[in-house]
């Protein structure tokens, strides 16, 4: 059974960075498509970054700039460096994993960016 497991939350003043991480068990993992999500109070989950089997990144709007996605095929792990980070940045933070039907999510990592 594949598990996903996030990392790497904390608090953090505006402007301060944070690198969370993505942990997948199982096979294949330079096989999926990988993500990053948020999901603010009272807010819908919205995705912040992805990035593709092939490597290639995608950004929202929102953090162009300022994160970073990657992967490491070899750990099975993903990351996402946050720079400059913003008071609406708030938010639990969830990896997404899908190949093909499968789709998984881990549980979710608390960030919260306040002076």
């Known amino acids: 059974q594949v598990q996903v497991v996030e990392s790497g939350g904390g608090l953090v003043q505006p402007g301060g960075s944070l690198k969370l991480s993505c942990t997948v068990s199982?096979?294949?993992?330079?096989?999926?498509?990988m993500g990053w999500y948020r999901q603010a109070p009272e807010k819908q989950r919205e995705l912040v970054a992805s990035?593709?089997?092939?490597?290639?990144?995608g950004y929202a709007d929102s953090v162009k700039g300022r994160f970073t996605i990657s992967r490491d095929n070899a750990k099975k792990t993903m990351y996402l460096q946050m720079n400059s980070l913003r008071p609406e940045d708030t938010a639990v933070y969830y990896c997404?994993?899908?190949?093909?039907?499968?789709?998984?999510w881990g549980q979710g990592t608390q960030v919260t960016v306040s002076s």
């Open positions: 997404n994993t899908r190949r093909g039907s499968f789709e998984a």
């Open positions: 199982g096979s294949f993992f330079s096989l999926h498509h």
């Open positions: 990035i593709s089997s092939g490597g290639s990144p």
